[in-house]
Every structure is written in structure tokens, then in C-alpha cells.
């Protein structure tokens, strides 16, 4: 579909932004004001995309499979998404396939970390998970280091329990 790309979204905000402009030099103040509300909304669905959105939702509800098929609907993320979205999107795909397929999943995983996730949580989430996919492939070594990175991008505490767990797991080895 063309709304997914990225490039057709700035020129539909661009479009926007000229009717409002238009409307204001003709004094009609109200339609002005509700073209710029939705350039803003187009702009908005430009930095955050509508189907990562939705496959958020659906994961929150521990609804794998309705997150898959959203994000399935994106046929080419390279061209739909802009590169800190690619990240996102491939850190939802590796977590879904983390209870399918580890060596799909780990692909995921790495694809995010090396487009950049930007939140320092998020970041520790995906390396947790890696840790988690290292500790189920047997590699010592690597799942430790994941798990320390993990700890050390963790500030506020909120993974403390389940790096906990994956220590646990990891003396087990």
C-alpha cells in the first residue's frame, strides 16, 4: 500500500500544511486550524507508524499471534519505516518468535540492537531476551555478557526480577 511508506506521509503533511496556510489567508481560521490538527495526525502516524502501534497493544495482551499478523502487514519495513521504527519492528518480531523459533527470533533481536533502539529499556529487554536465547543455546559465556549489559542499561530496576531469574538459570548451565 502506498500509506506505508514513509515518504508519502511527508507529502500528504506537506499538502496539509499548504491548504492550512491557504485557508488562513482566506480567513477561514476553522478550516485552517483543522487541517493543521490533521498534518499534525499524519505527522504523528510519520514518527510513530500505526501498525507498530497496534502490534504493541496486542503483545500487552499476550496476543502473539495478532501482533504477528499486524506486523506481517508491512510487506517492505526498509521503504515503510523510518530507521529507529525498523529497530522497533524487528525487536516485536524477535520477541514473538522467542517462544517459536530462537534462531529466527535472535536474528531479530541482533537486527534491532544494531539499528538502534532509543530507549535505554528497550535496549535491555532485547539483550535480556538474547541473554535468554544464549542461555537456551547453551553459550555461557555469551548469555553472562548480555546479562551484564542488560543490568547495566536497566537504571530504573524494572527488569531486576527477571535478570534475576535468568542468572538463576544460568548456574545451571
Known sequence: MIWQHKNFKLAVALILLALAVWQFTENNIGNGIFLLVLMLLVLFLYVRN??????????????TEGAERIL???????QALIKPQQAY???????????KN?????????????????LKQ???????S??????????KRDATRLL????KLDKKGVLNEQLRMMRQ?????
Not at 500505526?50 to 496476543?63: I, N, S, T, V
Not at 506481517?72 to 526498509?78: G, H, L, R, V
Not at 528497550?122 to 535480556?128: P, V, Y
Open 148 to 151: 551484564n549489559e542488560a543490568k
Open 50 to 63: 500505526e501498525y507498530l502501534l497496534a502490534a504493541f497493544f496486542k503483545l500487552r495482551k499476550e496476543d
Open 130 to 139: 538474547l541473554a535468554g536465547i544464549m542461555i537456551a543455546k547453551r553459550k
Open 72 to 78: 506481517m502487514k508491512i510487506k517492505n519495513p526498509e
Open 89 to 99: 519492528y524487528n525487536l516485536l518480531l524477535g520477541m514473538i518468535y522467542s517462544r
Open 102 to 118: 530462537i534462531n529466527r527470533a535472535e536474528k531479530f533481536l541482533r537486527k534491532a540492537l544494531n539499528l538502534g533502539l532509543i
Open 169 to 173: 538459570q544460568l548456574k545451571r548451565i
Open 122 to 128: 528497550d535496549q535491555a529487554l532485547a539483550k535480556m
